[in-house]
């Protein structure tokens, strides 16, 4: 975390800078990009994987994973804010497409918005984008700098002995060999994927399909509060009815208003209302199968008692298949977007673009967000047998150590 801190923040202000170069630009972009992603995942894998070595018991871990996961969505309602607030001080004129413009004049009004856009507007909008940059920078040193000065690990007794470490390759086929991991990554997959594509379109979808410009921002800053305040409601709900309970109730419950918006009139209260309740349900997306994750590892130290430090390996997965979610929603969002002929700063588009943003934004997450859930039904730890797990954990660990104080008597003994 403390080496890749510095890396990823330059890496990040480098993406939002505009080289001086004619050619090369989208190398650029591409490459600080993969080092920024690479730099985040160095920091993302350990921070998550932390939650199992602050505490044993799996109240305190699900209380942990609850404040975790709040602060994140707080944190990224806070870079919503900050990014929306400073770039959306400047005004970015919108292109009118030549299909809506007269043919004869087409373009010497492309022209003309091109020559107006190219001078003062685009130095203050590269401004607007690099000082947002700086300031996120700046929170993320922040808390990487509180993270790191501020929590310590606790290890079991077990885990310090000196046991020759099982490698990671076997390590690996261990884990993935572990049905119950596989089938909560499965679900995980398609509903994180749902809920990816539901955020990365919204803004289109308000600017266009629904023509809400102006408020986009305060709609996407409507989710996420939405989602920060109700994860505690989540956790509550979580530890009076269940984790498979939570996960069906929370989920679902974003897809009636999925639907609610699309078949609706545009009217701006109703989006207000879908991105209230949509936040609702991210909340659930974000908590639970991250609060779930340790149950898992829990799991897989009573099948395999001897083996032990496998909890990194549980938790880059997931990670990785977060990122792999997020790539495939904006592969997919942006090929469909470009074969329905998606105008970039449009003013307006196509309509099969206003088709495809309602089918990236209702009937894809719907449809994911199905698949997911009965996929999480055959996820096989419910609250009988997480209790049941949690009562032999602990027959283990007394055990244990029993037996190092027989050994510490013994020793004394022969001394």
């Excluded at 070595?53 to 969505?73: L, P």
């Excluded at 920060?228 to 939570?246: D, E, S, V």
């Excluded at 090929?335 to 105008?343: H, K, M, P, T, V």
Aim: glycine share 6%; proline share 3%.
């Amino acid at each position: 975390i403390i080496f890749s801190t510095p890396f990823a923040v330059i890496s990040y202000f480098l993406i939002w800078f505009v080289p001086d170069i004619s050619r090369g630009q989208v190398m650029w972009y591409l490459v600080f990009y993969c080092i920024f992603q690479t730099l985040v995942t160095c920091f993302h894998v350990p921070y998550s994987a932390l939650t199992m070595f602050i505490s044993r018991e799996q109240s305190e871990r699900d209380s942990a994973t609850a404040y975790r996961m709040t602060v994140e969505v707080l944190g990224t309602v806070l870079g919503t804010a900050i990014q929306g607030q400073i770039v959306g001080t400047v005004i970015t004129p919108c292109i009118e497409s030549p299909l809506f413009i007269g043919k004869t004049n087409s373009s010497v009004a492309m022209e003309e918005l091109n020559m107006t856009h190219n001078t003062g507007s685009l130095t203050d909008t590269r401004n607007a984008y690099m000082i947002a940059a700086g300031v996120i920078g700046g929170l993320y040193i922040l808390c990487a700098a509180i993270l790191s000065a501020g929590v310590r690990e606790k290890r079991e007794s077990s885990e310090l002995q000196s046991d020759k470490p099982v490698s990671f390759f076997q390590g690996l086929k261990l884990v993935m060999n572990h049905g119950a991991y596989i089938k909560l990554i499965a679900g995980f997959l398609f509903t994180s994927l749902a809920f990816m594509l539901l955020e990365g379109n919204f803004a289109l979808f308000c600017t266009y399909t629904l023509g809400f410009r102006n408020e986009f921002q305060n709609v996407l800053l409507a989710i996420m509060l939405s989602a920060t305040l109700t994860i505690p409601l989540w956790q509550w709900f979580l530890t009076r009815f269940g984790k498979k309970t939570a996960v069906y109730v929370g989920i679902s419950s974003a897809i009636p208003f999925l639907i609610m918006v699309v078949l609706l009139d545009s009217n701006l209260i109703v989006t207000y209302v879908v991105a209230v309740a949509a936040g609702i349900s991210v909340a659930a997306a974000f908590l639970l199968p991250w609060s779930m994750l340790p149950d898992v590892i829990d799991d897989f130290k009573l099948q395999h008692p001897d083996s032990h430090g496998h909890e990194a390996i549980f938790f880059s997965f997931y990670v990785f298949f977060t990122k792999f979610t997020s790539g495939v929603s904006l592969g997919i969002s942006t090929l469909s977007l470009d074969f329905a002929g998606y105008q970039t700063r449009g003013c307006s588009q196509p309509t099969e673009v206003n088709v495809t943003l309602k089918l990236l934004v209702s009937a894809v997450p719907v449809g994911l967000i199905l698949v997911g859930l009965l996929l999480f039904k055959l996820y096989p730890i419910d609250e009988e047998k997480r209790r049941k797990n949690k009562k032999a954990l602990q027959d283990l660990r007394e055990e244990s150590n029993s037996s190092s104080e027989s050994d510490n008597t013994e020793l004394a003994s022969i001394v």
